[in-house]
């Protein structure tokens, strides 16, 4: 096995056959497994790299292998794919910790950038990662937050609805209650009035040097 491998865990052929594809052609090593059963019955404690799972398979879903991998092997970070996402399935992803939930049909690059903060953020002792620091002028927001989870926040503290955000952006309304959960999961918040008062707050607060 390679120092660092991409698994992946999909019931559907043509979708491990297309991403494995597009992995070698871009220099990756991968592996290929039909369940997280199989995955998990040939699992070593050696191995190194990350994991994109889909959430819907036959028996243990990506989401239970997920959890299953936190404490088995901690050092393999998770990407989730997934053909029927909703809001309920990211936040649960997002709370053990995924790298990205990224919903079928998806982009390659899309694919490729998280699998590059993926294999970032693996590391062979599996240490915690440390929280990012903010800089002059930085606010919470800007650092944990991707450029498009900041555009979603933006626009639902401007008081945009999900459909209103979707057309703002180009994008899809699934993807956009994505990225709202995702916002909300990572500033600690339970609805957009708190998203609201935080970043309110944070405008408040004098410059630092």
Known sequence: MHAQ????????????????LLLSLRGHASAC????????SALQPGWRGCVVADIRMSGMTGLELQAQLRTR?????????????DVNAARQA??????????????????????????GRAS???A?????AEGPGETPE?????????????????????????DELGISHRTVEVHKARVLDKLNVRNVVELVRLVEAQKDKPPTA
Not at 112 to 119: F, G, K, S, T
Not at 128 to 132: G, R
Request: glycine share 4%.
């Open 5 to 20: 491998t991409v698994f992946i865990v999909d019931d559907d052929a043509a979708v491990r056959d297309a991403m494995s």
């Open 33 to 40: 497994f039909a369940s997280a059963e199989d995955f998990l």
């Open 73 to 85: 092997a901690p050092q393999l970070p998770v990407i989730v794919i997934t053909a029927h996402g």
């Open 94 to 119: 997002f709370l053990n910790q995924a790298v990205d939930f990224i919903e079928k049909p998806f982009d390659g690059e899309q694919l490729l950038q998280a699998i590059a903060r993926a294999l």
């Open 124 to 126: 062979p002792a599996a």
């Open 128 to 132: 915690p990662e440390a929280a990012p």
């Open 142 to 166: 800007k650092v944990l937050l991707s450029p498009r989870e900041f555009e979603v926040m933006e626009l639902l503290v401007r008081g945009l609805h999900n459909r209103a955000i979707a």
